[in-house]
């Protein structure tokens, strides 16, 4: 990691200086080609409804201190969906990519088809905050491109400031949501002694980018015509289906995997070891907690839950510390001492649960695991790059066993979706061997929901809904909830529902297990969901499925670009009791038809009636990905959208009830 490095100015000096900067930055912009005013339609792909010009990107470095990218893209645009999307601009800045990124010098403008340029104004740049594809939520220096139309072509530049960090290991990207006819990296490496800059093409067509060396210590890493990278829905990682560039510094040895992971898994045994040894409060600690337990597993959980129950973790963004507190946090250096502070890091109390697992016997080890939420791991790429130290390995009996209990609101057993059903790289002394790591089970990650409502002859429907996340529904929803007050998080929920239920009233929320580990996250409320049933004449039609009322097919397209991919197995258990209006009874309703796949999923619903015919009662039980069967080429496609549309078909079926003839006088 390089060092930051201050450079002092005179105040008045520096403003100066600065601000002549920014004007002549503004002003540095490219001549535009009377060619790509005239431009009618997309080079790269056709159809298209804008297209990059060119981006071009320059790095350096080849000093101290912060890595700079000068970004500068010119968008030609082609139609209004184009015009739509282009004219939005964000700019994600905080902590993103491994580092701390700033976005500064922001300059934009649009040349009219006419010749004619409108600047952006510097007061209509603001902050807000968005949402990516992923449900993450990132921070974002965001403007509107002044008066795009048709045939506009609009430009910007701006400096993504990455604090304290070098150009080892970072990631180029050669693709963007638009075509582009060529994009271009300028990079000028830093001189590491005995080091040699490389680069790495992923998903490139053909052989990949070659760097070129240009004039003053530049190197070159260009593309052209690259297509643009789209949105599906259940997709793999972006990095894995877009073209991208790794830059990296090494020595000039051609490695052979095998061999490569070989060594590194015994150098990791031998640097690690150190860290587990268990001091004599931890040996005591161990034995107090395992004095009873009757089995191995027991041992290891009681271990798991003193770790995550007992020490504060400083690594979470809901201790409740602030800024000035982790000031204070003294370091620990050994198990012991996290024992002794009684907080650490998320990697502190990992270890000290691997001392604690150590001193009673096990052999515990921290494992190296790469990460399928970023890309799909492959062992003939010899790098230490793609895998961290993730989790603790426990050998019980011959079967190794993965744990973290650093890691927010994993229960005991279960790891990181990203790290589950991965090879895993367990060190040695002597003989480092990979290990698959276990995928939790559909019926392990599961929501089950009941509402018991009650139907007005006006169509309103009203009633108390829970519903209870468990395994990674249950960690997802944890870590979307802690860092709220109750006030956001009855916000969060209620923008939710209304997203499905537009006319959803919802009141008496009460939000459960939030930050607890081991219970399900909870959700309790009363709703009220006025135009729920359709009254025709003197029938009312109703939709059983009153979860899934409102919610649009997951596949939607026709044909598909990219595999098609879930995170994991998971499961779904609805009960709905509804109270059916007085004088009104079911016309000869049936049930949704059920269905099977093998042992990857299942669906079946059933709906039947109380015995005096005045409460309907539908269930629905759904699993998929049994078999751990995740991933599914492109081609697959046809089946499995006719899978989950059959789905949505059937959690679409409505029922009649007929009102009963006024008894005569």
């Given at each position: 990691m390089k060092s930051g490095r201050f450079i002092w100015l005179p105040c008045a000096v520096s403003v100066f200086l600065f601000s002549a900067f920014v004007t002549v930055l503004a002003d540095d912009w490219r001549p535009v080609d009377p060619g790509e005013l005239a431009l009618k339609k997309s080079l790269v792909e056709k159809d298209a409804d804008a297209e990059a010009l060119f981006w071009e990107v320059k790095v350096d470095d080849s000093g101290e201190g912060d890595l700079v990218f000068?970004?500068?893209?010119?968008i030609k645009v082609f139609t209004d969906r184009g015009r739509e999307s282009q004219s939005k601009i964000d700019l994600p800045f905080g902590r993103l990519f491994g580092s701390e990124i700033r976005i500064k010098d922001i300059a934009a403008r649009t040349i009219k088809s006419d010749?004619?340029?409108?600047q952006l104004k510097s007061e209509d740049i603001f902050e807000r905050t968005i949402v990516k594809t992923s449900g993450v939520k990132v921070k974002a220096r965001s403007f509107a491109m002044p008066a795009v139309e048709v045939g506009s072509i609009i430009e910007y530049r701006w400096r993504e400031v990455r604090i304290n960090q070098s150009a080892q290991y970072i990631r180029l990207q050669m693709q963007r949501d638009i075509p582009v006819q060529q994009v271009k990296y300028l990079l000028k490496p830093f001189a590491f002694p005995g080091l040699s800059f490389r680069s790495l093409t992923f998903h490139g067509r053909g052989p990949g980018a070659i760097a070129k060396k240009e004039k003053d210590g530049f190197f070159s890493l260009s593309m052209s015509d690259m297509p643009a990278v789209y949105e599906e829905a259940r997709m793999p990682p972006e990095d894995e289906v877009r073209t991208w560039i790794l830059v990296y510094y090494s020595a000039d040895e051609k490695l052979e995997p095998t061999k490569y992971w070989n060594d590194f898994g015994k150098r990791f045994y031998e640097k690690t070891k150190p860290l587990l040894k268990a001091g004599d409060d931890v040996r005591q600690m161990a034995t107090n907690l395992s004095?009873?337990?009757k089995s191995e597993d027991e041992k290891l959980e009681r271990f798991f839950d003193f770790c995550r129950n007992k020490i504060k973790n400083i690594s979470d963004d809901a201790s409740g510390l602030s800024a000035e507190d982790l000031k204070k946090v003294k370091e620990n250096k050994t198990p012991s001492d996290t024992l002794k502070h009684q907080m650490g890091t998320s990697a502190d109390i990992d270890l000290l649960f691997a001392s604690l697992a150590t001193a009673a016997g096990f052999d515990a080890?921290?494992?190296?695991?790469p990460d399928r939420g970023d890309i799909f791991f492959d062992k003939t790429l010899a790098d230490s790059y793609f895998v961290d130290p993730s989790n603790i390995a426990v050998n019980v009996g011959v079967t190794w066993k993965f744990f973290n209990p650093g890691m927010g609101y994993l229960p005991f057993g279960m790891l990181r979706w990203q790290e589950e059903g991965e090879p895993t790289l367990i060190s040695d002394p002597k003989q480092p061997q990979w290990v698959v790591t276990p995928l939790t089970t559909h019926d392990k990650t599961r929501v089950k929901r009941i509402a018991k409502l009650k139907l007005g002859t006006d169509g309103v429907i009203e009633g108390d809904v829970r519903l209870e996340y468990t395994?990674?529904?249950g960690v997802e929803r944890k870590e979307e909830?802690?860092?709220?007050?109750?006030?956001?998080?009855?916000?969060l929920l209620k923008e939710e529902m209304k997203n499905r239920l537009s006319t959803a009233e919802i009141s008496n929320i009460k939000i459960e297990n939030v930050t607890d580990y081991v219970k399900p996250f909870a959700y309790e409320f009363h709703i009220r969901v006025p135009g729920y049933a359709q009254k025709t004449g003197r029938r009312l039609f109703i939709q059983p499925a009153f979860f899934q009322y409102g919610l649009s097919p997951l596949f939607t397209a026709s044909g598909r670009r990219y595999p098609i991919y879930f995170h994991y197995p998971w499961s779904e258990d609805d009960y709905v009791e509804i109270q059916l209006p007085e004088g009104f009874a079911l016309d000869n309703a049936d049930s949704p038809a059920p269905f099977a796949n093998s042992d990857i999923t299942s669906y079946s619903p059933k709906l039947s009636a109380t015995s005096d015919g005045k409460t309907l009662i539908y269930t629905r039980k759904f699993f998929f990905?049994?078999?751990g069967a995740l991933?599914?080429?492109?081609e697959n496609y046809p089946q499995i959208k006719a899978l989950f549309d059959a789905v949505h078909q059937q959690d679409s079926h409505t029922v009649a009830l007929k009102q009963a003839p006024e008894a005569k006088p």
């Open positions: 000068n970004h500068y893209i010119r010749g004619s340029i409108v004095a009873d337990a080890r921290i494992d190296l695991a395994g990674h529904f909830n802690d860092e709220e007050s109750e006030t956001r998080r009855e916000e990905g049994r078999m991933s599914y080429a492109v």
